[in-house]
């Protein structure tokens, strides 16, 4: 049962952070979606880009605190912290 819960918060997670990317690039960019994840990756600012999305993570690792749902936040820090090892392979390789 607790893996099930742990991951259904990482699912919440990695569309949290995706929807939270693609929502700072339509507010943001005067590009399109796709040039500007290709604009990112050619100047080295994807790993920036992520980490704005990730933002959204906050909003459901609290939310899902708050619903004492401890496990599906234990699921979202999971994806909170791949999101953080994808930031560091763009910033170092």
């Not at 339509?26 to 500007?36: A, I, K, P």
């Not at 899902?64 to 763009?90: E, H, N, P, W």
């Amino acid at each position: 049962m607790n893996k099930k819960e742990v991951l259904i918060g990482f699912v919440v997670g990695i569309i949290a952070n995706t929807i939270g990317t693609l929502l700072y690039i339509l507010l943001f960019s005067d590009f399109g979606v796709e040039e500007t994840i290709k604009a990112a990756i050619a100047q080295e600012h994807i790993g920036s880009l992520l980490a704005l999305g990730a933002i959204l993570n906050l909003v459901a690792f609290f939310g899902f605190l708050r619903l004492k749902r401890d496990y599906r936040a234990r699921g979202v820090m999971i994806a909170t912290i791949l999101t953080a090892m994808i930031i560091l392979y763009y910033k170092v390789f």
